[in-house]
Structure formats: structure tokens, C-alpha cells
């Protein structure tokens, strides 16, 4: 088997199982109490979650199989089979649950050399960053893209944000740098070059500039203060402080804004 895909779906298969038993918990805790603030909260979260990996093992098309799995497990059916709003939350779970182990099974499925070719899902690819002007960062974001994810899956949370900021900073940078200096004075910049700008200045003159939207107010303040934990070797220390949903959340800000920077996903 090829070693690129080998270490996608060693990536990918520890991922799955988690969101699986997140799922699992959430339907169970929406079954006692289909009405818990905090249970929907949670709930939103993991779908926003699960939307993201499958976005991902499908190659970003809608069409495909696993995408569209996904899209029906929000819907309900009438009696005519037809599809319409409204399915119970609970049910939503187990339904995007079911969509889930029916990824885990084709993955599985690839680890037989035999099967790669008539498995009906194609192998995950890698987040690729075309939208990118600067040619060369492009493969360094894509391998970073690639650590965080592992890092996060190994409970490396402190890690994972790091490497994520550290892309969501790359590519608000580039995307800064392409529209020029001219074009970014109606975002009243701050004194000095782009290289000069903290990180926070980054996101918030690429906002102003229409660059991107409004998704980085998601992120949270250890986040913003990344830069300050780089200082430390390798960012030891910060297990603390980072939690896991700081790093999740901030992986779903870096999603969010690489669709405001290439629409054409």
C-alpha cells in the first residue's frame, strides 16, 4: 500500500472513532433531554465538526457519496418518501453516527490492497492550499495542515493550536501581501509593514479589507496569544492552557476562513 495513503488512514480512522463516540454521548444525553441548551450547544459543534471531516474524505464534492449521506441525515422523510425539515435532534445524531461508521468501514476497507480500487470512497486527500499566491509556502501549509490534525488526534492540543494559528497567520499573510499595500489603506492599517503587524492587526485589517469575514471572532483568546507561546521551546508548558476544544475550534476558524479566501472550494 502506498505510504501516503497508509498514514491518511492512520490519520483519519482515530479521528472518526472519536467523533463517533462523541455522537454516541450526544444522543443519548438528547434522548433524556431533547431540550438541553448545553446539549445542543455541544451538538452543533460536533456536526460543525463532522461536516469538516467529511468535507475532507470527500474530496470537497458535494456529490460524493459520503457528502451526500451526510446532507440526508438532517432530513426527514415523509410517508411518499419525500425529504423536508425537521428531523428530531437525537435522530439527527444517530443518523450523522451510522454516516460515520460507514466511512470507518471503507476506510478499513483500503487497508486490503485488493479493495483500494473498488472502494466506493476514494482516499482522503490532503488540505490543499492552490489559493495560495505564494507558491512555495504552498506544500509547507499543506504538511503543516497535515501535523495539526495528527496532533490533535494524539491529544496534543497545544501543538495542534499552534500549528493551526500558525497557518490561519500564513495564509491571511499571503492573502495581505497579494492585494498590496494601496489596496489595504481603506483598512486604516496599523504603522509599518504587514511584517511588522501582530497577528491579531493581520486578522483584523484582512476583515476590514473584505479579505475575510467575520469567522475569526470564534477564536479563542489562547489563540490569539500564540505567538507569545512559541516563545517557549517547542510550546512546552502549554498542555495547561490549551484544551482540546480550543484547538478544535480553532481548526474550525482556520476552515472558515480558507473558504473566505478561496470560494471556489
Not at 474530496?59 to 423536508?84: C, M, Q
Request: hydrophobic share 45%; charged share 25%.
Amino acid at each position: 500500500m502506498d505510504e501516503s495513503l497508509r498514514a491518511q488512514i492512520d490519520l483519519y480512522l482515530p479521528h472518526l472513532d472519536v467523533l463517533i463516540r462523541r455522537g454516541c454521548e450526544l444522543r443519548d444525553l438528547l434522548a433524556s433531554d431533547p431540550f438541553s441548551e448545553a446539549a445542543l450547544a455541544a451538538t452543533r459543534a460536533w456536526q460543525q465538526d463532522c461536516g469538516i471531516t467529511v468535507n475532507e474524505l470527500s474530496g470537497g464534492s458535494k456529490a460524493h457519496w459520503l457528502a451526500r449521506s451526510f446532507s440526508e441525515a438532517f432530513l426527514l422523510r415523509t410517508s411518499a418518501g419525500l425529504a423536508v425539515e425537521g428531523a428530531e435532534p437525537a435522530e439527527i445524531v444517530n443518523r450523522v453516527v451510522d454516516v460515520l461508521k460507514q466511512a470507518v468501514a471503507s476506510l478499513s476497507r483500503m487497508d486490503d490492497d485488493r479493495a483500494i480500487s473498488a472502494s466506493p470512497m476514494t482516499a482522503p486527500v490532503p488540505r490543499r492550499f492552490a489559493f495560495v499566491h505564494d507558491p512555495e509556502l504552498r506544500p509547507v501549509l499543506e504538511q503543516a495542515y497535515s501535523d495539526s490534525r495528527r496532533a490533535l488526534e494524539h491529544g496534543r492540543y497545544d501543538l495542534a493550536l499552534l500549528t493551526t494559528c500558525g497557518i490561519l497567520e500564513a495564509v491571511v499573510t499571503d492573502a495581505l501581501v497579494y492585494k498590496g499595500p494601496h489596496a489595504l489603506v481603506v483598512a486604516d492599517m496599523p504603522a509599518g509593514t504587514i511584517a511588522d503587524w501582530s497577528f491579531e492587526e493581520r486578522l483584523a485589517v484582512a476583515e476590514r479589507a473584505g479579505l475575510i469575514h467575520g469567522g475569526c471572532a470564534r477564536l479563542p483568546p489562547v489563540a490569539r496569544r500564540y505567538r507569545d507561546t512559541t516563545e517557549a521551546e517547542g510550546g512546552a508548558g502549554a498542555d495547561a492552557t490549551v484544551s482540546e476544544r480550543d484547538a478544535r475550534l480553532a481548526g474550525q476558524v482556520l476552515q472558515v476562513v480558507i473558504r473566505d479566501l478561496d470560494p471556489g472550494r
